[in-house]
């Protein structure tokens, strides 16, 4: 009488075991040319702003932890600059490892340092900027710091990899403090070689493999279109970034060289921008959805005083929601929904560059 569940059970459990053989032979297969494990990275450490940013910055000040963000994920304001999960969540996912816990709740949540830690804080550059929160250098020495308090061990960094987000909050700062158009070249110039020196240093901590960004099409988001109806970019600012990221590709090129490695890559996030905003005009639906006109939020202020997540003195809403965040690309002036960086996650452009590097 028992012996048919044992039987079924056995059987389910060499179906599991089955399962995981083959889990382990694609990694083998996928992993050959990166690890001599062959099991992929086990950790992922996070640098950067709001793109990445999954509850770092402070409840006091952000609009992230306010309503209606996290609304579609985890289902309130957590923390994440969107409705929903961010680019740092999908790349975890790729990972197969949990999202990484953002470093101001590393006590919190100790049980799941193993997984790596983020350490981006929203409205952060390389370069301070207007918010009080750490520069990358700062998040990089608090990695640092996690070493010398044998938190992390630099064995077990070779293990892990490290995403690098990098969506120009050092150019906002820029036009809001120094007017000069002229100088701008200038100070994109800098802006990279200090993008370079950091991407040394977490290199030098132990990380094998760093990913980071390009500039996405600045000139596309809702607060720039806002001035065309939401029709149109702002070419102007979309070719200072396209400065930006030739010079940070010759970074790269340059930083694979000096260590004599494939260490460090660009994740095109500014080409799978430009993949999902063109896909309406292509007819194409298979890969992600098609957005209505990508370049209009779904949250917005009533006017231009108000911004997604404002209320009055009374607590009455000053800004408006669509009634379905799947079918908009961005979120607010400034970030994508969580559609819009699943989407951008799925383009051909991003899943390539991950499955060649990582
Ligand atoms: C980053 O912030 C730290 C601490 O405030 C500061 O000492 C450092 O100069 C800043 N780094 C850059 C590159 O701006
Ligand atoms: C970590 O330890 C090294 C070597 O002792 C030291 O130079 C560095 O300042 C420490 N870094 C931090 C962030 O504590
Ligand atoms: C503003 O731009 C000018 C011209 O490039 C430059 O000399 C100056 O240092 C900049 N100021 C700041 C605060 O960045
Ligand atoms: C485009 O962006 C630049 C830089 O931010 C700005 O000076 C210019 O006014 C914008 N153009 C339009 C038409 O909005
Ligand atoms: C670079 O790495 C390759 C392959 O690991 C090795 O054969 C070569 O000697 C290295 N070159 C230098 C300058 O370290």
């Not at 012996?3 to 056995?10: D, E, I, K, R, Y």
């Not at 490695?261 to 660009?266: D, E, H, K, L, T």
């Not at 996030?269 to 430009?274: M, T």
């Not at 009055?312 to 819009?340: A, I, R």
Request: charge should be positive; glycine fraction near 8%.
């Amino acid at each position: 009488m028992d012996s048919t569940p044992n039987f079924l059970s056995s059987l389910f459990r060499f179906f599991l075991f089955s399962l995981f053989l083959a889990h382990l032979q694609q990694h083998v297969v996928e992993g050959s040319r990166v690890s001599p494990i062959g099991l992929g990275p086990k950790m992922l450490f996070v640098f950067g702003d709001s793109y990445a940013d999954t509850g770092n910055n402070r409840k006091a000040l952000a609009s992230s932890w306010k309503l209606p963000y996290g609304i579609t994920f985890p289902g309130k304001p957590a923390g994440r600059f969107s409705d929903g999960r961010v680019l740092t969540d999908y790349i975890a996912g790729y990972l197969r490892i949990k999202t990484p816990i953002p470093y101001r709740w590393r006590k919190e949540l100790s049980g799941r340092v193993k997984y790596g830690m983020n350490f981006a804080y929203g409205g952060t550059g390389v370069f301070d900027t207007l918010v009080a929160e750490p520069n990358m250098s700062s998040q990089i020495d608090f990695l640092q710091q996690l070493l010398n308090d044998s938190v992390y061990s630099k064995r077990a960094l070779k293990t892990s990899v490290a995403l690098v987000s990098l969506a120009g909050n050092d150019y906002s700062n820029y036009l809001a403090t120094n007017a000069s158009v002229a100088g701008f070249p200038a100070f994109i110039g800098s802006v990279v070689n200090q993008v370079k020196v950091n991407l040394k240093r977490i290199h030098n901590s132990g990380v094998r493999k760093i990913a980071v960004t390009a500039l996405q099409p600045l000139g596309c988001l809702p607060r720039s279109t806002v001035l065309f109806a939401f029709e149109q970019c702002n070419g102007t600012e979309n070719a200072l970034v396209d400065l930006h990221n030739q010079l940070l590709v010759e970074a790269v090129k340059d930083l694979n060289k000096e260590t004599n490695s494939s260490s460090f890559f660009v994740l095109d996030v500014y080409n799978a921008f430009w993949s999902v905003f063109n896909q309406k005009e292509a007819g194409q639906g298979s890969v992600s959805p098609t957005f209505e006109n990508p370049f209009k939020p779904c949250c917005v202020g009533v006017s231009a005083a108000f911004s997604c997540a404002s209320v009055d003195e009374n607590g009455v809403k000053k800004y408006t929601l669509c009634s379905n965040p799947k079918s908009k690309f961005f979120w607010d002036t400034v970030h994508p929904t969580q559609e819009g960086w699943r989407a951008v996650y799925s383009t051909p452009v991003l899943q390539n560059s991950l499955k060649l590097f990582w």
